[in-house]
């Protein structure tokens, strides 16, 4: 089984850094996901782990542990914009499955 | 342009009645994925399929129902053993062991009338 743990609300100030973490227990491990979503919309592309280490895009970065377990995306230079869910999903190896945690709701305010 | 594309955006459904939401996908992707959102949660997993004709129950597969016939289309019957429906309904698809991204379609919101 996999169990995906994220913590439920975080909050910041416009312009500031956010960490969100995602703790992972699963069978297996081919692929961490972190998507944006937007209150009643499909979920979006953030960024993609299935080696150790930091992936950056711009203001969003992502950085995987898989001897831990462990995964965090950091949000830089918040904007008003960046107010949504974020979702962490794992992917296992031996069935394709995706598993998505509960998400993470992040409120940015001025 | 490729992508998933997901009928219909918004459905209503009788007590009693069986629905049916569509997904296609035109990404060549071997797996597809259907999940339930309810507000303010996260996404559940009902079915998902690696292969054309074959397919797994995800972690709350009662009262829900799929066929995988061809590649591109994913089709979630919503059957009235499902007791509470109402929710919003999430198609997607992946390349694969080594797809780096999870393609979404836009959704279908069922409720209950």
């Known amino acids: 089984g996999q169990n995906i743990d994220q913590p439920t609300e975080m909050t910041a100030t416009e312009g500031a850094i956010v960490q969100i973490n995602c703790t992972y227990q699963?069978?297996?491990?081919?692929?961490l996901f972190w998507y944006q979503q937007h209150a009643g919309e499909a979920p979006t592309f953030l960024s993609y782990?299935?080696?150790?280490g930091l992936e950056e895009k711009g203001r969003f970065s992502s950085f995987l542990s898989r001897s831990k377990g462990y995964s965090y995306l950091l949000l830089k230079e918040l904007q008003m914009k960046d107010s949504a869910s974020y979702l962490c999903?794992?992917?296992?190896?031996?069935?394709?499955?995706?598993?998505f945690g509960a998400g993470t709701t992040v409120t940015v305010r001025a | 342009d490729g992508g998933i594309t997901q009928s219909p955006k918004y459905l209503f459904r009788k007590e009693g009645q069986n629905v049916t939401l569509s997904c296609e996908q035109n990404l060549n992707h071997d797996a597809m994925y259907w999940y339930r959102q309810d507000p303010g949660q996260g996404l559940r997993l009902i079915y998902y399929?690696?292969?054309?004709?074959?397919?797994q129950k995800g972690d709350i597969a009662e009262g829900y129902s799929v066929s995988r016939e061809k590649k591109e289309s994913f089709p979630l019957t919503v059957t009235s053993a499902q007791k509470n429906p109402t929710a919003f309904y999430l198609c997607?698809?992946?390349?694969?062991?080594?797809?780096?991204?999870?393609?979404f379609g836009e959704g279908s919101w069922l409720t209950v009338v």
């Open positions: 997607a698809s992946n390349g694969g062991p080594s797809g780096n991204t999870i393609y």
């Open positions: 699963t069978s297996g491990f081919n692929g």
């Open positions: 399929s690696q292969i054309v004709n074959d397919f």
């Open positions: 999903a794992v992917r296992d190896p031996n069935d394709y499955k995706l598993s």
């Open positions: 782990n299935v080696l150790d």
